[in-house]
């Protein structure tokens, strides 16, 4: 029986290492360590055409944030196990299998104080990413292996030109509920952006 604890130790708590490698044999699962993905932190996709089930993560997370996304790409591939495409992706049933699959993680204490205190904030009721949380986004931004100083949407003041990673070029607008309404100057498009977006600022005449 093939064991992957050795390799996911690189990434996540060593003490985590040897469950996850487990969910992969027992699952079969295809998993993947992959190149940072400013859209997504990983993803999961459903056995198809006889491919197997496969997750991806991104490599650069810090250790408490890929064993997070694990257990969320984990919870999608349990969920499709019981009920394939018949309930929503993120519905109580994903949100009942993240929260089982987080336990024994919680158990062995692999993950420091702040950021168990926050993800359990976090599990009353987990949305789609961790990233959509803004607590415990910032708790784990913390320990990060360089901790820098990152700007984002919401520490800019209104009408402040900044681009994305990806280069594209926005001015920040009026707040709609969660998210800033940020025009794109080169097409004078509207988007709605995440106000811990990571941005840089754009200097003006």
């Given at each position: 029986?093939?064991?992957?604890?050795?390799?996911?130790?690189?990434?996540?708590?060593?003490?985590?290492?040897?469950?996850?490698?487990?969910?992969?044999?027992?699952?079969?699962?295809?998993?993947?360590?992959?190149?940072?993905?400013?859209?997504?932190?990983?993803?999961?996709?459903?056995?198809?055409?006889?491919?197997?089930?496969?997750?991806?993560?991104?490599?650069?997370?810090?250790?408490?944030?890929?064993?997070?996304?694990?257990?969320?790409?984990?919870?999608?591939?349990?969920?499709?196990?019981?009920?394939?495409?018949?309930?929503?992706?993120?519905?109580?049933?994903?949100?009942?299998?993240?929260?089982?699959?987080?336990?024994?993680?919680?158990?062995?204490?692999?993950?420091?104080?702040?950021?168990?205190?926050?993800?359990?904030?976090?599990?009353?009721?987990?949305?789609?990413?961790?990233?959509?949380?803004?607590?415990?986004?910032?708790?784990?931004?913390?320990?990060?292996?360089v901790a820098s100083?990152?700007?984002?949407?919401?520490?800019?003041?209104?009408?402040?030109?900044?681009?994305?990673?990806?280069?594209?070029?926005?001015?920040k607008k009026e707040?709609?509920?969660?998210?800033?309404?940020?025009?794109?100057?080169?097409?004078?498009?509207?988007?709605?952006?995440?106000?811990?977006?990571?941005?840089?600022?754009?200097?003006?005449?």
């Amino acid at each position: 029986m093939p064991d992957f604890s050795q390799s996911l130790s690189k990434y996540m708590p060593e003490a985590a290492a040897p469950i996850v490698s487990q969910w992969i044999v027992d699952t079969k699962c295809r998993f993947r360590v992959a190149k940072s993905r400013s859209s997504k932190l990983g993803d999961y996709r459903a056995p198809f055409q006889g491919q197997t089930h496969q997750i991806s993560v991104n490599h650069d997370l810090n250790p408490y944030a890929f064993l997070i996304t694990t257990v969320h790409e984990f919870a999608h591939l349990k969920t499709w196990t019981q009920y394939k495409d018949r309930v929503k992706p993120h519905g109580k049933e994903w949100k009942n299998n993240f929260k089982e699959l987080m336990t024994p993680f919680f158990k062995l204490q692999v993950l420091p104080h702040d950021v168990t205190m926050a993800l359990l904030q976090y599990m009353d009721n987990p949305a789609a990413s961790s990233c959509t949380d803004l607590n415990l986004y910032r708790t784990l931004k913390k320990h990060d292996v360089v901790a820098s100083e990152f700007i984002t949407v919401e520490s800019i003041p209104t009408e402040s030109v900044f681009s994305l990673k990806n280069g594209r070029v926005f001015q920040k607008k009026e707040k709609l509920r969660k998210r800033f309404k940020c025009m794109e100057l080169s097409t004078g498009k509207y988007y709605l952006i995440h106000p811990i977006a990571e941005v840089i600022p754009v200097p003006t005449p």
